[in-house]
């Protein structure tokens, strides 16, 4: 058993604390979340899945097939200890 954190985890954690940073109170499309972790979109929707069931994400999908994530309040606390407060680079 490896000890290694997957790095589309990572990928997907970092840009999810880059939107909280940049911007506040809104959620960014799962579109935008791939492109700016560099995943396809069947592996992000499989990284914010386990996600949301440890209650770090909050995703919303709409009937066409479009959503959004943002972190919940544990995602920012874990973040914060992970990441820090500063604004991390794209």
């Known amino acids: 058993m490896s000890d290694d954190i997957d790095p ?35 592996a992000l ?7 949301e069931e440890a209650g770090l994400v909050d995703v919303r999908m709409s009937e066409d097939g479009t959503g959004s994530a943002e972190l919940t309040v544990e995602g920012v606390t874990l973040c914060r200890d992970i990441f ?5 680079a794209p």
């Open 84 to 88: 820090g407060d500063g604004l991390l």
């Open 45 to 51: 929707r499989r990284m914010l899945t386990g996600l």
């Open 8 to 42: 589309a985890l990572v990928a997907v954690l970092t840009q999810l604390w880059r939107a909280r940073k940049e911007t506040p109170g809104r959620a960014w499309s799962l579109a935008k979340l791939a492109k700016q972790s560099d995943l396809p979109m069947s």
